[in-house]
């Protein structure tokens, strides 16, 4: 850094300038060079990273709603960073084993993988399966099986990162295979630079992490078609609107539910239910005027009537019981 000029030096300059005599600077040290590395795996603009943002925000809203059908929980998918750095970096950040599963482009010849925590995989298995997601392994390997079982949630990365990337070309995402070892899943030399995507994952407050990684020496094309004037404003397109309100609205008004109608209750001895043979009849406390009680996923929730809608055994609902009443 240069030195700061006295008050007298500045001075005696101003004095110089008004006399009209020109003087040799002050400090005639030569600037200290900076060495630059032309290897730097910067290729990628500003501008074009914004618009890879917007892209891949947009892939975390359809990848979440995914989740949250899938699951059955409370999902949130925050983009944290995308960075670039050389292939030999970030190998040393995976960990061994690993849950990786590499990918392609077809008819390009780009490559990435996609990578789960094993934290992220196991509970994603445990919760497929019908756990709680808090099920845990003593060892972090996954077997074939439980490959097979995330294969669910690796086509459907792939199905919305096509989907995603299709506002600038009109790409395919397809699964290659799945490895444990980062040194067997090479998508490019280790000093040629990648692109990776930061992804932190939250079910039910439960924080995940999951990359993105792309080698960006086949980008070229690609790259010359992002436009951010075109691209800043990309939302998800299959719902009439794209807030994340409406995407779970949607979702949650086409779950299914189990409905049970409960159309009467008695009492019986286990003796009389020893004797019960084929025809006998069970009188039960109400009749077939009465109304009866219609559950929703084991929740009482409403009241109707027994009847027959062509030729169809059905239920008339009568009234939603109040909130005070059900149990």
């Not at 292939?87 to 780009?110: G, H, K, M, Q």
């Amino acid at each position: 850094m240069a030195e700061l000029l006295s008050q007298q030096e500045i001075d005696s300059l101003l004095n110089n300038i008004k006399n009209g005599e020109v003087t040799e600077a002050i400090n005639n040290q030569e600037k200290e060079a900076v060495p630059f590395d032309f290897r730097l795996p910067n290729r990628i603009s500003k501008n074009q990273l914004r618009t890879i943002r917007n892209i891949h925000e947009n892939f975390s809203e359809n990848f979440t709603s995914f989740l949250v059908t899938k699951l059955q929980s409370v999902v949130n998918i925050n983009l944290l960073s995308i960075d670039q750095l050389y292939y030999s970096e970030y190998v040393l950040s995976v960990a061994n084993p690993a849950c990786l599963y590499t990918f392609s482009i077809r008819d390009t010849d780009i490559k990435g993988i996609v990578e789960l925590s094993n934290e992220f995989a196991f509970s994603l298995i445990d919760r497929l399966l019908g756990g709680n997601g808090k099920g845990r392994k003593e060892s972090n390997v996954i077997t074939i099986i439980e490959q097979k079982v995330l294969l669910v949630i690796i086509e459907s990365v792939m199905k919305e990162l096509t989907n995603a990337w299709n506002t600038v070309e009109n790409l395919v995402f397809e699964i290659d295979k799945f490895e444990s070892d980062i040194d067997f899943a090479q998508i490019t030399s280790p000093n040629e630079s990648v692109l990776l995507v930061n992804y932190e994952v939250i079910i039910d407050d439960e924080p995940f992490m999951m990359n993105v990684c792309y080698a960006t020496f086949a980008f070229e094309k690609i790259l010359s078609n992002l436009s951010t004037k075109s691209l800043s404003t990309i939302r998800p397109t299959r719902y009439k609107s794209g807030m994340a309100k409406d995407i779970m609205s949607y979702y949650i008004k086409h779950t299914e539910l189990d409905v049970e109608v409960e159309l009467g209750r008695t009492k019986l001895l286990f003796k009389e239910i020893q004797q019960l043979q084929k025809g006998d009849i069970i009188v039960l406390n109400k009749s077939v005027s009465d109304e009866v009680l219609v559950r929703v996923s084991n929740k009482p929730l409403l009241m109707g009537r027994i009847g027959e809608v062509n030729g169809h055994k059905a239920v008339k609902i009568t009234r939603k019981i109040p909130k005070e009443e059900q149990i």
